[in-house]
């Protein structure tokens, strides 16, 4: 068994950034109210330098980053784009398993015969997605899905 573990980077934050430019020089994080009860769905990396993360407390984001951009999350916007990601990867390896909007699991062992095949088909698959959507990701290759996950966040 050969799978790959794909992780779209930093989804949300990279989605606003294709639809605004100027967001990517600026930290950015998507998310709830930053005056009121709201979490951090994720930020971008400019953000992620002033140690801001997902589930941190938008307050305290705000805090750490008084010039951080806030916006709201825009779930049907990150579904069209995911949509267009998991067309993308099929197009290069057919049984994909979503466990979530931005990631899931590929099956390398039908389009791989080994790990070093397995590799180039992961290149070939974050060539894809960048080409079709301009967003980037990371994957992980490994014989198994756990492994693959711990690979994939390196």
Not at 11 to 16: K, M, S, T, Y
Not at 24 to 50: K, S, W
Not at 53 to 75: G, I, K, N, T
Not at 83 to 89: G, H, L, P, Q, R
Request: proline share 4%.
């Amino acid at each position: 068994m050969i799978v790959a573990h794909l992780d779209l980077d930093a989804f949300f934050a990279a989605v606003e950034e294709l639809e605004d430019p100027e967001l990517r020089r600026q930290p950015l994080i998507v998310g709830g109210d930053p005056h009121g009860r709201g979490v951090v769905a994720t930020a971008n990396y400019v953000a992620r330098r002033f140690g801001i993360h997902s589930a941190m407390s938008a307050a305290e984001a705000l805090r750490r980053c008084p010039h951080a951009v806030f916006v709201r999350p825009r779930h049907h916007l990150y579904r069209e784009y995911s949509k267009t990601v998991w067309e993308t990867v099929r197009g290069v390896v057919p049984t994909v398993e979503r466990t979530g909007i931005d990631e899931g699991y590929l099956d390398m062992s039908e389009v791989a015969d080994g790990f070093l095949r397995a590799r180039a088909v992961a290149e070939a698959v974050q060539a894809a997605v960048r080409a079709a959507t301009e967003l980037t990701c990371s994957l992980g290759v490994a014989g198994s899905k756990v492994v693959a996950k711990i690979a994939s966040d390196r």
